[in-house]
């Protein structure tokens, strides 16, 4: 997707006052786009939320370009390269005066996230438009994207599981097998949206579930162009087994991340797992209405986080 850029002759280093507005920046974007992920962010010290902050921002930014419904296929691609180059270029050292780029520049030099990981987290971004046709007159009838659990699994792997590997570089660790369990966390993650989204990824012409699952339970793709929810319950409750899976290992990650951090860690994985338990009691149905946890719910587990964080 980009080009390699050299290091530049001088290493740009932004005053304080720029990163103080870089990281406000970051942190308005965090707060009126993370639904859920702001509510774990606001029980870390201020400059791991600045960080965090800047990690989602750069994510958002990549998904408005791979979701921008004005810009071809083709132009969407383009202007995805466009930017990791602008990444890129801000990461070895030339001069930006874009908020978002030095706010994350300087989060990858704080935390020494490797540059491979930012890669990866814009090409998961882009995975959904190098699905897509480019020509407007090629099919987009709804077809199942994955023949195998294995294959939506390096899919939610690129979108989703990088995303834990570089917070838990951000939440501080010692002991390797915290990115195994941030892998399986990230996972379990994802695979909650995929359920609880499943009528506006429909709408898309996006169908997560692999073939493999869909037959097992006698469906197939055109079972959700008029969804009966009975019927594509036991698929949905498949994934929700595998979900509760990754948040055990969650569990686990816990304590192997920093101190600091683990309360933040708690209420992400408190969050989703409760995101995920109401959708089951509502049998599975995500078709009447979208389900999630009200402010109020939100704001509950949120309250333990910072009861956590300061005993």
Not at 22 to 30: D, G
Not at 48 to 64: E, I
Not at 173 to 178: G, K, V
Not at 241 to 252: I, K, N, T
Request: net charge neutral; charged share 25%.
């Amino acid at each position: 997707m980009s080009t390699a850029v050299g290091n530049a002759p001088v290493q740009f280093a932004p005053t304080a006052s720029q990163l103080d507005v870089a990281y406000s920046v970051c942190r308005h974007i965090a707060r009126s786009a993370a639904k859920n992920f702001y509510y774990g962010f606001a029980v870390l010290p201020l400059p791991k939320r600045n960080s965090l902050s800047a990690v989602y921002a750069f994510m958002r930014r990549c998904d408005d370009i791979a979701d921008d419904n004005n810009l071809s296929l083709y132009e969407r691609r383009n202007k995805l390269a466009e930017w990791l180059d602008a990444v890129h270029r801000a990461l070895a050292g030339y001069p930006t005066d874009d908020a978002l780029l030095l706010a994350l520049t300087d989060t990858q030099r704080r935390y020494q996230i490797p540059i491979g990981l930012l890669d990866q987290l814009a090409y998961g971004t882009a995975a959904d438009v190098e699905q897509e046709p480019v020509a407007p007159e090629q099919s987009r009838s709804l077809t199942a994207r994955y023949r195998t659990f294995e294959e939506l699994r390096q899919y939610c792997y690129g979108v989703a599981s990088v995303v834990g590997l570089v917070c838990i570089r951000i939440f501080g660790y010692r002991d390797p097998a915290a990115e195994p369990l941030a892998e399986r966390c990230g996972l379990a993650f994802q695979l909650t949206n995929i359920i609880r989204d499943v009528q506006e990824d429909v709408a898309m012409g996006r169908l997560y579930f692999p073939e493999e699952d869909l037959a097992e339970f006698g469906l197939s793709s055109a079972d959700f162009a008029a969804p009966d929810a009975v019927r594509i319950r036991p698929l949905l409750a498949r994934q929700a087994d595998r979900a509760r899976e990754g948040y055990r290992a969650g569990e686990e990650l816990i304590p192997l991340v920093n101190e600091d951090s683990q309360p933040a860690l708690w209420v992400l994985i408190t969050i989703y797992r409760r995101l995920l338990e109401k959708i089951a009691s509502r049998q599975y149905d995500v078709f009447s209405e979208r389900v999630g946890l009200s402010v109020r719910e939100k704001l509950t587990v949120l309250g333990k986080g910072y009861v956590k964080r300061l005993l």
